[in-house]
């Protein structure tokens, strides 16, 4: 055990000692004592008691997670815990028992002997075979929640890298195919390479400044699709004709950047493009996407692909959303439709320590997460309240029945969970919650 967590270990042993005193007192009878010193003496022995087995499993406890288990060993590590548990708490027991009676009240070796039985270790067994299942359960949960944050973190760094790396082509790639067409200008015509270049300049501070966005508004992409329209208007001249809206149906639709230039300069660079064929490119919405349409008139001579264009519009949408680039060809046409985006879609799913989800998810995680914590506590009572009925019924049936102090006490307490999570509307329910949220949004808003 770290020093560090010393201090926290004591004050959690000793508020243990504290739940067992009371519980070992109910078992004894009550709480009668002759005067405050024999009270404070037995509550010390109480408390030695619960600090040598609280300590001892606890140091037990975590030597066996410096030991390297199998992915399966899960069940393993279980049994071989709970069989260490109930031998160090026996033993224990039995030492706490020997240094009592024999240290403090003197009692002879072979008198203690003597009258050892199974009575006087099966409340501790018992007590502490409950409090090591609970904490099972609770260390367990824990590390699942652990793993998960873990793996789901590797999820992220791995899709970040994967995002990067592919916005990170897009620079090399659109200068070097510029610079490609340029060189064409400068040997046909000279003064066309002029005009060319300086709006080149203004094309690729757009890409400077956009390609290291997840994403930008229609209106941006659109707004750059004509810009580079008109770069291939100066080669191209009437051989290419393009038919673009002027803004997008709805301002908050996102796309991922520079994805309409990659998809023209495919179309361009897979189709013929001259006077007599000339190329048509449309770029309308449709059905919640961007479609990128042109006439089929494919190349006879292709040169080599470099996988750029529209592989990686494909796999940046494949890390921000589930929704898909369609690629749909026929005898006459070729369409690209890539998916139209707004605030509400969740992006970037597959990271989820990183991602801004959107509400309707969130509130789904939420109550999934409260469902869950809610089930654990229910098994955790179905299991821990009949456990202490049986230890009443079999130890002490003349006694109050002092089970029903917990189970009412825990009972309400799932009761009002139960209602938490169930209940949508209503005094304190998700409505409620709802309206409150808006309303100290609105007052911070107006401040």
């Not at 007192?25 to 010390?44: C, H, L, M, R, T």
Request: net charge positive; aromatic share 14%.
């Amino acid at each position: 055990m770290k020093l560090s967590k010393l201090p926290k270990q004591l004050l959690i042993t000793f508020l243990i000692g504290c739940g067992v005193y009371l519980v070992g007192k109910i078992f004894e009878g009550g709480f009668y004592y002759d005067s405050v010193n024999a009270f404070f003496i037995d509550f010390s022995i109480w408390q030695l008691y619960a600090f040598v087995l609280g300590m001892s499993n606890t140091v037990y406890f975590d030597s066996l997670e410096t030991k390297h288990w199998k992915k399966n060993d899960t069940i393993k590590r279980i049994l071989i815990g709970i069989a260490g548990s109930v031998t160090i708490t026996l033993i224990g027991l039995f030492i706490v028992r020997l240094i009592v009676n024999i240290g403090f009240f003197g009692q002879p070796l072979e008198t203690f002997m003597s009258r050892q039985s199974w009575a006087y270790y099966s409340f501790g067994f018992w007590i502490t075979l409950i409090i090591f299942t609970i904490f099972n359960i609770v260390f367990f949960y824990n590390r699942y929640q652990k793993n998960r944050i873990k793996e789901q973190t590797i999820i992220a760094g791995t899709a970040s890298a994967k995002f990067d790396a592919l916005k990170n082509q897009l620079d090399p790639h659109f200068l070097f195919n510029s610079l490609n067409v340029l060189t064409s200008l400068i040997e046909e015509n000279p003064d066309k390479a002029q005009k060319f270049t300086t709006s080149l300049s203004k094309v690729y501070r757009y890409v400077l400044e956009q390609k290291n966005k997840e994403l930008v508004t229609v209106n941006e992409e659109l707004a750059f699709a004509k810009t580079y329209m008109s770069l291939l208007k100066m080669r191209f001249e009437d051989s290419i004709v393009f038919e673009i809206p002027e803004q997008s149906l709805n301002l908050e639709s996102k796309v991922v950047p520079l994805s309409l230039q990659l998809l023209l300069e495919n179309a361009v660079k897979h189709n013929m493009v001259t006077s007599t064929k000339p190329l048509h490119i449309r770029i309308y919405e449709n059905d919640g996407n961007l479609m990128v349409e042109n006439n089929l008139q494919p190349k006879q001579i292709v040169k080599k692909s470099s996988g750029v264009g529209l592989n990686n519009v494909k796999q940046r949408y494949r890390l921000l959303s589930k929704r898909t680039v369609n690629i749909n060809q026929t005898a006459r046409k070729f369409s690209v439709a890539i998916p139209i985006l707004t605030q509400k879609i969740q992006i970037l799913s597959a990271i989820e320590p990183t991602s801004n989800y959107n509400d309707k998810y969130l509130q789904a995680r939420k109550r999934v997460e409260e469902l869950k914590e809610f089930y654990y506590g229910l098994i955790s009572y179905c299991v821990v309240i009949p456990s202490l009925i049986f230890i009443w019924y079999r130890y002490t049936p003349n006694v109050i029945q002092w089970f029903w102090f917990p189970m009412l006490g825990w009972g309400m307490g799932l009761a009002f969970h139960a209602y938490k999570v169930f209940v949508n509307d209503g005094m304190l329910g998700k409505s409620w919650e709802k309206r409150k949220i808006e309303k100290f949004m609105r007052e911070e808003e107006a401040l």
